[in-house]
């Protein structure tokens, strides 16, 4: 069977709506690793290792390199939805394009010099953006399939829902792996087994993605590039959806990229044990995943958006303190705080793959074609450029406010600096007006909004 042709005119049946989810768990194998550990590898804690570029000039690097993304997501995106390959406008980018994903993920961690020097500096500049192409190839297109698989909003949602289930298994895979192969065998054998994973992952992904029979008329969009451009940014809500998805992303990456600092210095822990709060935190993200799609079916994907924010609004603050409190150990009160922190987080893996899938649907009212890609592209993009500025603002902040054990404040600052940061993504949410089903006369409900 060629696995890229159009065979289907609904939803997904429930064995091959799996393996494409799973192709969630490769993605986020390696993307957790690359945001927990670059940073980390090459300007450690001052004492425990070899620094090999400074550090807030690796956080450069690396937010610069997602700036480059501001290129590549429209691009993959305009190329997959022109597309006239005979296996579909998705199946081929994924397949040609997860060894790349691989490679590049293994090249990151063999910087030439054990010290540091300007070739390292080279050599991250060149495979980190080597590593975040290939994945912009690859993980446009895989999403882009969402609208076609799941046509209502109850499909969507539970193809979200199990995206973020095998998405949170690829963190726990990660979390449970990464520090522990670290410190056993070092970053490239760990590096070869995750990008390995993610190979197999995504390959095994093909086997979903089927794309619903449409006519060429219907799939070409007579624009180029800078048009398809230009009509995206004029979607409304999108933009409403974009600047809260934007400033979540960069406050949720801050939070996943301290935690090596928060465990060896205000918790003076090994790097191994790094895993037992990813790992923590990710199973309470999978055990609160069925409660937000049962949120959402309840009162709809804006509101539960919103209360999720919300929430994390709320609860960063709180991180600040995490530690002080005497009568209970230091692990412990860490713990219990990550385990409730996630649960809120959770939200925020369920609704936006659907969401962005309704504003594929009201672009098509608007413009008459299909341009899934775009719409997917510009989520990825917006997730990278939060990427990037997250990457710019802990290089600043532990640079600037510290993050030894003499002085970790740049590391307790992160909390509510992310706080802030998710309400302005509550708040920019609030111009978002889509019901959960578009439908013809959703243009005509919504009117007084756009």
């Known amino acids: 069977m060629n696995m890229g042709k159009s065979e289907i005119s609904g939803a997904l049946g429930f064995g091959k709506k799996l393996l494409y989810a799973q ?3 490769g993605q986020n194998i390696v993307n957790l690793a690359v945001v927990t550990w670059v940073i980390y590898f090459f300007a450690p804690p001052e004492g425990t290792g070899t620094t090999l570029i400074s550090m807030g000039l690796v956080g450069f690097i690396v937010g610069t390199g997602r700036i480059i993304d501001v290129i590549t997501d429209p691009l993959i ?72 698989i799941a046509p209502s909003s109850q499909d969507r949602l539970s193809v979200s829902m199990w995206m973020a289930v095998f998405g949170s298994f690829g963190v726990l895979i990660a979390a ?30 093909l086997k979903g993605v089927m794309e619903r029979p449409r006519s060429k008329e219907d799939l070409m969009t007579h ?22 998805i934007l400033t979540f992303q960069v406050g949720f990456q801050m939070f996943m990229i301290v935690i090596p600092y928060f465990v060896k210095v205000i ?36 509101r539960g958006q919103l209360l999720a924010l919300f929430l994390i609004t709320i609860l960063l603050p709180i991180y600040f303190f995490v530690g002080y409190l005497p009568v209970i150990d230091k692990f412990i009160q860490a713990l219990i705080y990550f385990c409730i922190v996630a649960v809120p987080i ?30 997917y592209g510009g989520f990825g ?33 992160v909390g509510p600096l992310v706080a802030v940061i998710a309400l302005l993504g509550f708040l920019a949410f609030r111009g978002y007006r889509l019901p959960d089903q578009v439908k013809g006369k959703t243009l005509e409900e919504i009117k007084e909004f756009v």
């Open 23 to 25: 192709g969630c768990l």
């Open 77 to 148: 995106g305009y190329l997959s939805d022109n597309s006239k390959f005979k296996s579909g406008r998705r199946w081929p980018f994924i397949l040609w394009g997860t060894p790349f994903v691989a490679l590049a993920f293994f090249l990151i961690w063999m910087p030439p010099v054990n010290g540091e020097s300007l070739l390292n500096v080279l050599w991250l500049f060149i495979f980190i953006n080597g590593y975040f192409v290939a994945f912009t190839i690859v993980t446009v297109p895989y999403r882009s399939v969402i609208p076609d």
């Open 176 to 205: 449970g792996l990464t520090g522990p192969l670290i410190q056993a065998f070092g970053y490239l054998p760990m590096a070869a087994v995750l990008g390995a994973v993610t190979w197999a992952s995504f390959w095994l992904a």
């Open 223 to 244: 624009l180029s590039i800078f048009g398809a451009v230009k009509e995206t940014l004029k979607n409304k809500q999108f933009l409403a959806f974009g600047a809260s």
């Open 267 to 302: 918790l003076n822990r090994p790097e191994a044990q790094v895993a037992i709060f990813q790992g923590s935190f990710v199973v309470v993200m999978i055990a609160a995943l069925p409660l937000w799609v049962w949120i959402g079916n309840k009162i709809g994907k804006r």
């Open 346 to 375: 959770s939200g925020l893996y369920v609704f936006p793959n659907a969401i962005v899938g309704d504003i594929t649907d009201y672009d098509e009212l608007l413009t008459k074609k299909r341009r899934e890609a775009m719409y």
């Open 381 to 413: 993009f917006l997730e990278k450029f939060a990427w990037a500025i997250s990457a710019f603002l802990i290089g600043f902040i532990l640079d600037v406010f510290g993050y030894s054990v003499e002085n970790p404040l740049g590391i307790r600052l």
